[in-house]
């Protein structure tokens, strides 16, 4: 009972927080490492939007879960990889990774298949680091065109994971600017440590996970 209040009382104050800063900035509750038993609570007090970055987790955590909570939303956040893209869909409502083009044919024709259109974010390697997969601001232009022309994506905006440097505020501020720029309505971007700096930058999906609960093993 504790555990519930505590995982529910985090949630209040970031969505609280969030609020106090004129956003409606949707929280993803990032629940990797977490396990189904401090996932419900949160779903009970009628949170629907939760992060994992691992397919296999996810599989054995989520169906069972949406089956019985038909307007939870899942968020894909780690590394797709092409084999996995099977797996994903439909499982995913949103994919917050999409960072090359075999990725993006692979979805393409996996979601034709099954005729389930996942909204998917562009991953954009906002720091130029090699380190680092994500899309080249240089080549954002023309990868967008091929995803929606060609594809057939349902592309609704962008993402960033920005460098572990001190320049957090440039990073989010050229993200925002693309954003406008490509005329998109949706960012993804802030963590537990920065997500309120991230929504000042009109951040409009915040994916937060030890601030809500606690640290991973």
Wanted: net charge positive; hydrophobic share 40%.
């Amino acid at each position: 009972m504790f555990m519930e209040h505590s995982l529910i009382n985090n949630l209040n104050l970031i969505k609280n927080e969030v609020e106090l800063n004129n956003s409606d900035a949707e929280i993803i509750a990032v629940s990797k490492t977490f396990s189904v038993s401090k996932i419900k609570p949160l779903i009970n007090h009628g949170h629907l939007h939760f992060g994992e970055n691992k397919i296999q987790e996810a599989l054995e955590k989520w169906p069972e879960m949406k089956k019985e909570n038909k307007n939870v939303k899942l968020h894909f956040v780690g590394k797709l990889q092409t084999n996995k893209v099977k797996y994903a869909l439909p499982l995913f409502d949103y994919i917050h990774s999409l960072d090359n083009l075999k990725l993006a044919e692979k979805i393409s024709a996996f979601q034709k298949k099954i005729s389930f259109y996942p909204k998917i974010f562009i991953q954009i390697n906002i720091g130029n680091e090699n380190q680092k997969s994500g899309i080249d601001i240089n080549d954002l232009g023309d990868f967008l065109k091929i995803c929606r022309s060609t594809l057939d994506l349902n592309i609704i905006g962008l993402m960033c994971i920005p460098p572990n440097d001190d320049n957090t505020e440039k990073y989010f501020a050229l993200m925002k600017k693309l954003k406008n720029d490509f005329n998109f309505t949706d960012l993804s971007m802030g963590m537990s440590a920065d997500y309120l700096l991230a929504i000042n930058y009109e951040s409009t999906f915040i994916r937060v996970g030890s601030k809500i609960f606690g640290a991973r093993s």
